[in-house]
């Protein structure tokens, strides 16, 4: 399973803005962004004049790395979002959105999408009551997704319960904290990503 194995505050940085990818260090003071709020590398204080693709791909680039998604899955969600009914952008996030990484992330069942990630690969949670390791599944309206049972006693398990039970959980989910799971209520929309984006940019970058 391939993933990006390089210094993660520096996706936040070179976007501009904070992408949360390490958890709680994103929200204090020890975060990179803070203290270099400038794009990485020897001339990352310096001003340049951006293209027009340069914008672009700046936008595909921060949608990509908020899910911590590689380029060829990325592209393969983007044909998805082509064929989906309604308008490609939106859709696009939407499919991102759904997928089972997101989603344990978005319960609060987990501090980061990493982490999120690290935790459905080791089998630590159910879809529909069947065991899922494969981060990328994307759930659908009506899906339970919960940690298994054999997890719920575990350690790690209620280390990342008490450290994100406070987290608020995105109205298209029904959380229920008693069993650690939440029911799909509702496919998400564009206003429930809190993702800043021009997801139109997006679709311009892919349709050249």
Request: with cysteine; net charge positive; aromatic share 8%.
């Amino acid at each position: 399973m391939a993933r990006y194995t390089g210094a993660v505050c520096r996706m936040c940085r070179r976007e501009g803005q904070k992408l949360f990818l390490k958890g709680e260090r994103c929200y204090s003071d020890k975060c990179s962004f803070v203290s270099r709020g400038y794009a990485p590398g020897q001339h990352g204080q310096s001003r340049k004049k951006v293209s027009e693709y340069g914008i672009q791909l700046r936008e595909k680039q921060k949608a990509r790395r908020f899910y911590g998604v590689l380029e060829s899955q990325f592209a393969k969600y983007f044909d998805m979002a082509e064929k989906k009914q309604g308008m490609t952008g939106p859709n696009l996030l939407i499919i991102c959105e759904s997928r089972l990484d997101n989603v344990v992330y978005r319960m609060g069942l987990a501090g980061s999408r990493a982490e999120a990630r690290q935790l459905v690969v080791h089998g630590h949670y159910t879809v529909n009551g069947k065991k899922v390791n494969v981060p990328s599944y994307l759930v659908k309206e009506g899906d339970v997704v919960a940690v298994c049972d054999k997890s719920r006693s575990s350690d790690k398990i209620k280390a990342v319960v008490e450290a994100n039970g406070s987290r608020p959980v995105p109205m298209w989910l029904e959380m229920d904290q008693d069993k650690l799971a939440a029911k799909i209520a509702r496919m998400p929309s564009r206003e429930d990503i809190d993702l800043d984006v021009q997801e139109n940019l997006i679709v311009e970058y892919y349709s050249r």
